[in-house]
């Protein structure tokens, strides 16, 4: 009769994790050939490949989001001094709008025409005869 055993799963699938490990690290290190790179002796770079991998990705990703937020920084202060370029030259044309409209100033305009101004001289006062035969 066959005799009963206890299975140990934490065993055996540490042993399947450790087997995956050796296989991606082999596969990386026949590609690139790291033994020839850090000796075959130093085997610790081709045991940790995939965390030196991880590690070396974030590290990208932490790059591209800095030079992001600067380009993001360049742009929000070039059109900050813009924004503020464009509100003086409205300031401007606004203060030059409503100083044309004073009455010295267009009295001033309107002299280069001929005409003058009407308070130098009183009105005529024109009289309509209604009952002429």
């Given at each position: ?89 409205a300031t401007v044309l606004q203060a ?38």
């Amino acid at each position: 009769m066959a005799k009963n055993t206890f299975k140990q799963p934490e065993r055996v699938a540490a042993q399947k994790k450790q087997r995956r490990r050796v296989k991606l690290a082999s596969y990386i290190n026949d590609f690139i050939g790291l033994d020839r790179l850090f000796g075959e002796d130093n085997a610790w770079p081709i045991r940790h490949i995939d965390r030196i991998l991880w590690v070396t990705f974030l590290l990208v990703i932490y790059i591209a989001l800095n030079h992001n937020a600067e380009r993001l920084v360049r742009r929000i202060q070039r059109t900050k001094t813009i924004a503020d370029e464009k509100r003086t030259q409205a300031t401007v044309l606004q203060a030059d709008f409503m100083k044309s409209g004073k009455q010295s100033e267009l009295y001033k305009r309107v002299a280069q025409l001929g005409l003058t101004d009407s308070t130098l001289t009183p009105p005529h006062k024109i009289v309509v005869k209604t009952h002429e035969p």
